[in-house]
Nanobody, 125 residues
Framework: QVQLVESGGGLVQAGGSLTLSCAASGRAFSTYSMGWFRQAPGKEREFVGG????????YYGDFAKGRFTISRDNARNTVALQMNNVKPEDTAVYYC??????????????????WGRGTQVTVSS
């Protein structure tokens, strides 16, 4: 099983960019599908996007399409979330999650087995 630690959160102005990183420790990172979720105060956790174990497939929530990009480096056991043209409504705690599947990408939080503690992203207007 992997352990996950997010980093890279902070304060950014609307229209700016921010890259979040998730470092995984443990074995067989390349056999996990990875996802990013976010949760704003008073709201349910929502799917930002995910990437397959090989990195060959990505899926995004509608709000993330065209602005966010997920990538992974299996040699370094990391997955990144590049956020461009951020908006105040992107303010949330962002979580990295791992799902032990080699094929496909999980898009719901109940499918993910392991979670990081999250990193806060705040977008000022």
């Amino acid at each position: 099983q992997v352990q996950l630690v997010e980093s890279g959160g902070g304060l950014v102005q609307a229209g700016g960019s921010l890259t979040l990183s998730c470092a995984a420790s443990g074995r067989a990172f390349s056999t996990y599908s990875m996802g990013w979720f976010r949760q704003a105060p008073g709201k349910e956790r929502e799917f930002v996007g995910g990437i397959s174990s090989s990195g060959g497939r990505t899926y995004y929530g509608d709000f993330a399409k065209g602005r966010f990009t997920i990538s992974r480096d299996n040699a370094r056991n990391t997955v990144a979330l590049q956020m461009n043209n951020v908006k105040p409504e992107d303010t949330a705690v962002y979580y990295c999650a791992a799902d032990r599947r080699i094929v496909g990408v999980a898009t719901t939080d109940t499918e993910y087995d392991t979670w990081g503690r999250g990193t806060q992203v705040t977008v000022s207007s």
